[in-house]
């Protein structure tokens, strides 16, 4: 999945906002167990305390974690873990990371971590058919929903056929529509892989989650047809924390 520097994973979390991080911190506590169903949460002077800021903070991250089912309270004598019943969602017609966050009824955003020209891994290569001196553009990002890291995304691209992509400043922009609209290419799915798998340390950071935790991972290789052939275009990798974004298998 790559590597970063220290730089630029501290800048990564400098995105996170404090009150999404307490509420971070909490629902990793509740699902790895250390907190359990009917466990009371710490008052709000000792979060202050514990966290380092203010009680609108607090309030504001265990009134999200009370919305979203997490946690409970009872008048006078606190909050408490609640017993969470998953919820049904209608998310049929969803085709990108942005649009699965907002038919959540979150707020996506979006960080860049890499986006440049690179040399790759010998089976990269080869899913994208790269003869040796072929460009490879690497390209890896963190979704957010509400100020929270959800998904973990890294796809690689034969850069032959997109030309000065590496120029591109993705921060505001859909790569998909940039894809499509400069470059004229409509790629399709043609491999879809899903398995359960265990955050490494790496993107335990990225994510936010304890090392070891359980993610969604999703691969695939995208194809587009040019001059009449079928090329392969993008080879991705996304990571889900499911508990707190729904996968849909109609992302493209």
Do not use: W
């Not at 979390?13 to 307490?22: E, T």
């Not at 309270?73 to 998953?86: D, H, N």
């Not at 859909?174 to 499509?180: D, M």
């Amino acid at each position: 999945m790559g590597s970063y520097s220290d730089e630029q994973i501290s800048y990564l979390f400098q995105s996170v906002p404090k009150y999404a991080y307490i509420k971070m911190d909490i629902t990793n506590k509740i699902k790895s167990g250390e907190l359990a169903v009917g466990d009371k949460i710490e008052t709000e002077s000792s979060l202050c305390s514990s966290y380092g800021c203010s009680r609108l903070t607090v309030r504001k991250a265990l009134e999200d974690l009370l919305h979203e089912g997490f946690i409970y309270k009872v008048q006078g004598l606190g909050s408490f873990v609640k017993e969470r019943i998953p919820q049904k969602q209608n998310l049929e017609g969803i085709n990108s990371c942005t649009a699965l966050i907002k038919a959540q009824n979150k707020i996506p955003t979006k960080k860049i971590i890499t986006s440049t020209l690179s040399e790759g891994s010998e089976e990269i290569r080869r899913k994208l058919r790269l003869n040796p001196g072929d460009p490879l553009f690497f390209y890896s990002r963190i979704y957010y929903a509400d100020g929270l890291p959800v998904i973990y995304g890294c796809s690689y691209y034969n850069a032959q056929h997109i030309p000065g992509i590496e120029k591109i400043d993705f921060s505001d922009i859909s790569i998909v529509a940039v894809l499509k609209e400069r470059y004229g290419l409509e790629l399709k799915c043609s491999n879809r892989e899903l398995k359960a798998v265990l955050s490494d340390p790496h993107a335990s950071l990225l994510l936010g989650t304890p090392e070891n935790y359980p993610l969604l991972q999703v691969t695939d290789l995208k194809t587009a047809m040019i001059q009449n052939s079928e090329i392969p275009i993008e080879y991705y990798t996304f990571q889900y924390v499911t508990d707190r974004i729904r996968y849909s298998p109609e992302i493209t």
